[in-house]
């Protein structure tokens, strides 16, 4: 069966300091990747999504970047953090015209 | 580009009430349409959806959501609501090409009184 694992659970960091976010997908090929990130009361907010390896699509410019070196690792950084970045950030797997399954997800606060 | 709205922002409702949570959505084709759970701290469940076929969809937890094209809606429904479904319910809306895009609306969280 497929799983997804996103790590770490709760990161604290200060302003200005660098970002990485790592996910993982167990079971499957070739899946569409997505990090989303939800702020404190609001809905989702789509990031990032992959379609393949280096493939990276942008949705929202921002601080932040998306990397895909293999086919099952997704991961999101920063180069400097900003206040702003704080939030709950879900990374999800989904195959072509499949559903969308998510990680337990990332709380961050930038201090 | 699709766009989803959920007017209920939060709704309460008694253990043991039925309940039902409002989805609308714009597409300029059939969407797959998907209904999400998030308990506080948590990701996304997928509670049901909807890709072809029968209107009417059963999901996990005892909820069922029922697509309806002429009104752009899937509304998702319980005759009896327990405590333990209290949490932030999300309505998706998938685009049918291979660049997967997901639109979620803004959640609507639902309070459950004992």
């Known amino acids: 069966s497929q799983t997804i694992h996103q790590w770490p659970a709760t990161l604290v960091q200060p302003v200005g300091s660098p970002l990485s976010l790592e996910c993982t997908v167990e079971g499957t090929s070739n899946p569409n990747l997505y990090w989303y990130r939800q702020a404190a009361g609001r809905g989702l907010q789509l990031l990032f999504y992959s379609v393949g390896i280096g493939q990276i699509s942008s949705e929202v410019p921002q601080n932040l970047s998306a990397s895909r070196p293999q086919d099952r690792q997704f991961i999101l950084s920063s180069k400097k953090l900003l206040l702003s970045d704080s939030g709950f950030y879900l990374c999800a797997w989904s195959v072509p015209a499949g559903t969308l399954h998510f990680g337990n997800g990332t709380r961050l606060t930038v201090t | 580009a699709q766009s989803v709205t959920q007017p209920d922002i939060h709704i309460t409702v008694s253990e043991g009430a039925s309940l039902e949570l409002r989805c609308n959505y714009s597409y300029g084709a059939t969407p797959y349409l998907f209904w999400y759970v998030q308990s506080p701290g948590q990701g996304l469940q997928l509670l049901l959806k909807y890709f072809s076929g029968d209107t009417l969809v059963q999901g996990i937890k005892g909820f069922e959501a029922e697509f309806k094209r002429s009104q752009s809606s899937f509304n998702l429904r319980k005759p009896s609501v327990h405590w333990s479904d209290a949490a932030e319910y999300f309505c998706?809306?998938?685009?049918?090409?291979?660049?997967?895009?997901?639109?979620f609306g803004p959640g609507t969280r639902l309070s459950v009184l004992p």
């Open positions: 998706a809306v998938g685009a049918r090409n291979y660049g997967q895009n997901f639109v």
